[in-house]
């Protein structure tokens, strides 16, 4: 009993096998130092580090302390411990009092302890292996003789009446022993390469990891400089604009203030005059009364009233903004409140779509490239089969997937073409007639180009773009949210348009080209 309480206080907590070179954490927990190595690792990705014991948690990986009094004592402990314990076989002749056999004799099919072995027959029959209880495990099952001998042939072991009678007569045999060395230098050989082969993968994975952080850091970089150039201009931009606003104010403010001390002054005038004129009027005499009210002093108070009431209209009515255009202002930051917000990042995250063009859909004059990607306008009609999927009145070209869910974005290359028309539409959309073109109904939704004339919406689900662009259009669609949004690829991304609506069948991917070439980006 006191030596099962022991080996319970030597087991580690992660493996529960008997201490390996114990270790121990600065909490007083000891681990086998391979299993806290191991454990330390996997918490190596989360930079959690914590004891598996207590749960107590480190600043950072902590050291690893040689426990050198326990690991003398499982020394100790397992050195008082027979090797034979571990088989539980006794010797067969100690009947009274059992004692731990040391060797199994397969001939005469009983175990020895060491008195017993000394005085045991030591003829060549008399094979000796390690203590057994299964020794018919080790005997022929057709022959119930010993089993000495491996076919290399059936990959068995047998019997020295198997060799010469039995059923693998003439076939190539070996010893037990060469048997099984060959047998342990071909695993070893095996485990050896797999273990390259994991090195291998474990190291390719490291590599990849640092470059994903360095990519990642690279873009961090970027996306953290344009933030602040663009809070940077948005900081000037509010500046100059509160100033053009506080500035035209504060002149108004400072005119009124003068028009009311000077309208202040002429009213304390009449007020005064008013006072006289009262006087006179109580006066009997109309001669005092004439000569008074004929006094310019008096009948002068029309004296600088029309300057006045302009300088009063021009203020009153002159407008508050004083030529700052606030709500063309304010509608552009609205504007850009709203792109900032539709800014969605899930295109930075996933993998472009990996998509492909059609054959069935494309309109006769248009050519497909074998890698079904690209689509160029032909000089001569292509010799494509009828079928109804195929457009007949547009050159125009449907992806093979189609989207009913989720999110999604992929990339198209346009710089091969002055002429196209990029975006999605349903598999519903007419094929042939005015309406088959995408854009010119109300199941599609896509971004034009038309040489170098421009114009905005001329219909409901096309939007023309104005200015130049880079070679490359993002179309970023979430089905869930009804959006379907186009951004310019150049550097910063600029967002060009989002059209929201509500989607009520799957969406393909849609090309149109009336001159030169266009492609689907390669997935990346």
Known sequence: MASADLRAELECSICLNIYTDPVMLRCGHNFCQVCIDRALDTQEESGDYFCPVSRKRFRGRPALQRNITLCNIVENFQSAQPDQEESGVFCTHCVDSPVL?????????????????RVHKKSPEHVLCDPTLSMESRKCSVHKKILEY????????????????????????ESLGEASEKKKETLRNVLQTKRKEMEERIRSLQDHKKKVKKIA?????????????????????EKRVLGKISRPAEQVSISLSDLIRDLEIKKEDLSRKLCHIEELCNMTDPLTVLQELDKG??????????????????????GEDQGL????????????SEIITEVNIYFYIKKAEDLHLDV???????????DWKTVSKSDTEQNCPETPERFRDYPQVLSSQSFSSGQHYWDVDVGGSENWR????????????????IGKNNKSWCLARNGQTYWRKPYSNVI?????ISNTVRIYLDYEAGRISFYDMCDPIRHLHTFTTTFTEPLHAVLCVWGGCIKICTRY
């Open 325 to 336: 255009n606030v709500n063309g202002i304010l509608y552009t930051l609205h504007t850009l």
């Open 297 to 318: 002093d008096l009948c002068d108070t029309e004296d600088g009233d029309n300057e006045d009431r302009e300088r009063h209209e021009k203020l009153l009515h002159g």
């Open 101 to 117: 056999a040391v060797r199994s004799c397969l001939h005469c099919e009983v175990s020895l302890c060491d008195k017993h072995l």
């Open 422 to 437: 990029v975006g999605v539409c349903y598999p519903s959309i007419d094929r042939t007639g005015g309406e088959a073109c």
């Open 464 to 468: 023309h773009i104005i200015g130049n």
């Open 150 to 173: 491996y076919c290399t042939e059936d990959e068995t072991c047998i019997c020295v009446y198997c060799c010469v009678i039995g059923g693998h007569k003439g076939h190539e045999m």
């Open 217 to 237: 850091a690279f873009h961090t970089l970027r996306v953290t400089t344009h933030f602040r150039n663009l809070r940077s201009h948005l900081d000037d931009l």
């Open 360 to 370: 069935d859909t494309v309109h006769t004059s248009l050519h497909i490239s074998d």
